[in-house]
């Protein structure tokens, strides 16, 4: 058992996989399913940490590749931790900085040791090994560290995908060695495989073994086709321990998180609610919505009169687009917050179906309510 993490599991959903537990972390507990919005630079955009609570929000991610290269892991340490440092005092996840690293493409160079690459900032050359990653974040002093692993591209050969899959459970174990806050910041092991299940049983029976506090299903949305995607979780979560939790990386669209949650996973996180709010974009109870719509300009009604966020309390579907086009920061604050909120609901939604064995019926209702209009746009 792990002194930094514990994981119970409180209910099986009676039709489907979906099942409800509780994380404890030194910084509090996380009732999951969970979605958790994502603070790249230590800051979700445009919110404030009072008005991330006010979603509903019981963990943020943030990331160690953008904090390593500025302010630099030093620093946050200095600072007393990043949860000192950004005034945000429940969990955070960081991730390991590897998928930032290995998205820069030409700027990186992946041998047994780590990446070596170049900042986006400043060009300047940076190891990331599996020691490092585990000492930025130990310096970030986050509840739950993950991993060093290379996230292979979705078209990469079978070939390809069993070397890195195979280095990645040789990096994870020199995470294990590095690792010098075991009782206070709890480390989970990333399975890889890409698409296939021999690989993917390779790998889980690999990192299983080193009993960690939690595990994700790593290299799944990642540009796959939705069926692929599906076919990964299809049997990818049942590979894992059922007592301990579960994270897919990166999805923060309602489908791919029901998809995830009807097949045994607890945890999710993606830029997705914050970005698209940047855009003007928002997910409503009545599906996606663009505040951009010339038919909003005299819609004096609440952007999603079924939810109870700051945004839709207050402002009207007119203001907000009046917002938008004034490009005004105002417009991002709100969406954002609004999309958080909807998101944190869906979680508390999903988690009520499951606890009442009703998870597949709130999948398909939410589906037709959700889906089954065309998408404004
Ligand atoms: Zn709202």
Redesign the pocket.
């Known amino acids: 058992m792990s002194k930094a993490l514990q994981f119970e599991l409180l209910h099986k959903d009676a039709g489907s996989k979906a099942r409800r537990g509780r994380i404890t972390t030194p910084h509090g507990v996380i009732e999951t399913p969970v979605f958790m919005p994502v603070g790249t630079q230590a800051t979700v955009k445009a919110m404030k940490p009072e008005s991330v609570n006010d979603t509903g929000a019981q963990i943020i991610l943030a990331n160690t590749y953008h904090l390593m290269l500025r302010p630099g892991s030093d620093i946050v340490r200095e600072a007393g931790g990043l949860h000192e440092f950004m005034n945000w005092h429940k969990p955070i996840l960081t991730d390991c900085g590897g998928f930032q690293v290995f998205s820069l493409g030409h700027l990186r160079k992946i041998t047994e040791e780590g990446a070596m690459f170049s900042s986006h900032i400043d060009g300047s050359r940076h190891m990331l090994s599996p020691e490092k990653s585990i000492e930025v974040q130990n310096d970030l002093g986050s509840d739950i560290i993950m991993g060093f692993d290379e996230c292979a591209p979705p078209d990469a050969d079978r070939d390809y995908i069993a070397k890195s899959q195979a280095r990645t459970t040789r990096w994870l174990k020199r995470c294990v060695e590095a690792h010098r806050n075991p009782d206070t910041q709890a480390l989970f092991g990333i399975m890889q495989g890409g698409f296939f299940k021999d690989l993917r049983e390779e790998s889980a029976a690999a990192i299983v073994e080193l009993n960690l506090p939690g595990y994700a299903i790593g290299g799944i949305s990642v540009g796959e086709t939705k069926e692929e995607y599906i076919g990964v979780l299809e049997y990818a979560p049942d590979l894992l321990p059922e007592n301990k939790p579960r994270y897919v990386m990166g999805i923060g669209t309602p489908d791919y998180i029901l998809e995830a949650v009807e097949r045994g996973v607890d945890m999710f996180d993606c830029v997705e609610p914050t970005r698209i709010a940047r855009h003007g974009m928002a997910m409503t109870s009545q599906g996606r919505v663009s505040i951009k719509n010339a038919k909003y300009e005299r819609d004096f009604t ?3 009169p079924e ?3 700051y ?2 309390r207050n402002y009207s579907r007119a203001y907000l687009r009046h917002l938008f086009k004034a490009g005004e920061t105002m417009s991002h604050m709100l969406l954002s ?2 999309n958080l ?2 998101l944190s609901k869906l979680s508390e939604d999903i988690r009520d179906s499951i606890d009442k064995d009703r998870f597949s019926d709130f999948k398909a209702e939410f589906y037709a309510k959700y889906y089954g209009e065309r998408e404004q746009r």
């Open positions: 609440p952007l999603d939810c109870d966020c945004c839709c917050e609004h909120r909807f």
